[in-house]
């Protein structure tokens, strides 16, 4: 049993400096007449200082948005200062493992984690702050369980261990030497997606990450979209830790098959078999609040059963 921790600092997030600056924006969750009359004001027109100036460019005529305007860099449409080293990140884990050999050939080793992944790398607004939120590879429950048993069948097990003869030697070969190997692993599911600037109106979303025709409740979001939030300072976070993709519920196993053709010649079976109960883990839901298909599933995010076989011999 142990524990394990790690703190990175000044990890890399770009950051787009043309922005709309804050005292422009509207403070209003939803959107109201106060946040339509900002609205209305920054979509409005004004005369272009650049005019003529800007040759090849949208700013090159006698008029120019208010916004464009009011940002730090009003000549460009666009400045982006990339790899800041504003971000950071947290991980802490409490491990256990456990592993036992048996005698006759059985083996067991289980490892179970318990750990939180969180980031700071996700700038809310163009001008922040940056949002601490489960990080993409955040998974708090983990268990990998594996287990290998040699079958105690054929020459030197319990039962068939001393053949004799044409007819045991032959015997032997058949029944004898084979392993079974299994995997299981569990794991909770990672962050589901990232929400959009969405108006939630309060209430239980009644979360079910595996209902793929209504993962949540889609009623307690504001869909229309002339009623959508624009121009405003964003709250709402992009990422919450109960809300999350399926856990991986998921079993490898393999039967293989020794044979002792001569003294120093051997022949080996295999047979292997990924995610052999062909257990489906769904993505995430659409979080687009207008969109048809909000709340929806439409896919997987891990493979199908795949079987494979091959033959290998070695002298």
Do not use: C
Request: aromatic share 12%.
């Amino acid at each position: 049993m142990g524990y394990n921790g790690n703190h990175a600092v000044h990890l890399t997030v770009d950051q787009s400096l043309n922005y709309t600056p804050a005292q422009y924006l509207s403070s209003e969750p939803i959107r109201n007449a106060a946040q339509q009359a900002v609205i209305d004001r920054n979509s409005a027109t004004v005369a272009n200082p650049f005019a003529g100036l800007l040759p090849g460019t949208n700013l090159n005529g006698s008029t120019v948005s208010f916004t464009q305007l009011v940002q730090q860099f009003p000549q460009f449409t666009g400045v982006t200062m990339q790899a800041t080293n504003a971000s950071s990140s947290y991980f802490h884990a409490l491990q256990v493992r456990l592993e036992k050999r048996f005698s006759h050939g059985l083996q067991f080793l289980a490892n179970y984690q318990f750990g939180r992944t969180i980031a700071r790398d996700n700038l809310l607004n163009a001008f922040g702050p940056i949002e601490k939120r489960p990080a993409d590879i955040d998974r708090p429950h983990r268990f990998v369980t594996s287990v290998s048993y040699d079958l105690p069948v054929g020459r030197g097990k319990a039962f068939l261990g001393s053949p004799s003869g044409f007819a045991g030697a032959v015997l032997d070969r058949i029944v004898g030497g084979w392993t079974f190997n299994a995997i299981y692993s569990f794991e909770s599911g990672g962050p589901a997606g990232n929400w959009g600037d969405v108006i939630y109106v309060g209430g239980d979303l009644q979360w079910d990450a595996n209902n793929v025709d209504h993962t949540f409740d889609t009623t307690r979001f504001i869909r229309d979209t002339a009623l959508q939030t624009s121009n405003h300072i964003r709250t709402f976070p992009t990422r919450f830790a109960a809300f999350r993709l399926p856990p991986t519920n998921n079993v490898d196993s393999s039967i293989i098959k020794n044979t002792r053709i001569k003294e120093h010649v051997n022949l080996q079976y295999r047979a292997e078999f990924f995610n052999t109960f062909n257990h489906p883990v769904f993505s995430g839901p659409n979080l687009g609040p207008t969109s048809s298909g909000f709340g929806t599933i439409t896919g997987v995010y891990n493979l199908e059963r795949h079987i494979q076989m091959a033959l290998r011999m070695t002298w």
